[in-house]
């Protein structure tokens, strides 16, 4: 079975500049999650959605982090404009109970 | 924050010993993961533990959970070098029922 994959894994960007993140989950995994883990903390819940409709998005700092599930699969993470506190790995997780199965992450970097 | 912590912050031990994470959260939940993260596979699932089990066993893994004190420890036993990496726990529940994790112990084993 292919894991959860995402895209691209590593990202150097200015501040103020945009972003984007893909994550294709394992198929059949109707929850998707978005996670971002600043070093030496553990991952923090930024959004899940249930097929393509958003279930919590409480901690999306709406303002400049928008995601969209078009099609209840593939993913889509943005960051419009960076700050410098953005550099962190986003993870992407999909689940189909209550075990969560992560992708590799993208190591995003705001200079 | 809703983050529960893990203590220590940074464990290192000797092949073969044992080795005891311990964990505390901060809401109610349905049930407690562990989970490891190290850079070559990313983050894995462990083990899970429901809120109406007090312990359980795993391969090398041992999980209690005392939902009274909101806490859980997390022992493995005759460690291996492979073993190191960072571990968290993540408490599972709330309306939403999302994953919170902690903040994570690094384990090192010295070979």
């Known amino acids: 079975e292919a894991g959860v994959a995402q895209s691209p894994r590593y990202k150097i960007i200015e501040k103020r500049q945009s972003v984007a993140f893909w994550c294709n989950p394992i198929s059949g995994h109707a929850t998707l999650y978005w996670y971002q883990q600043i070093l030496g903390q553990g991952p923090k819940l930024l959004i899940q959605f249930q097929n393509n409709g958003v279930v919590d998005d409480s901690q999306l700092p709406k303002d400049r982090f928008s995601a969209e599930r078009l099609k209840g699969v593939d993913s889509t993470l943005k960051i419009q404009p960076a700050k410098l506190e953005d550099s962190a790995v986003y993870l992407c997780a999909s689940s189909v109970g209550q075990w969560q199965f992560f992708g590799p992450g993208t190591r995003l970097t705001v200079l | 924050s809703q983050q529960g912590e893990e203590d220590p912050q940074a464990l290192s031990i000797q092949e073969g010993e044992n080795a005891t994470m311990n964990c505390s959260y901060k809401t109610s939940i349905n049930n407690l993961q562990w989970y490891r993260q190290n850079s070559g596979r990313g983050l894995v699932h462990l083990i899970l533990i429901r809120s109406n089990e007090r312990e359980k066993h795993s391969g090398r893994l041992r999980v209690t959970l005392d939902t009274s004190k909101k806490s859980s420890s997390l022992l493995i036993t005759a460690s291996r070098a ?28 010295q070979p």
Do not use: E, H, Q, R
């Open chain 2, 82 to 109: 492979a073993d190191t990496a960072s571990y968290f726990c993540a408490a599972y529940g709330g309306a939403t029922n999302k994953l919170i994790f902690g903040t994570g112990t690094l384990l090192a084993v």
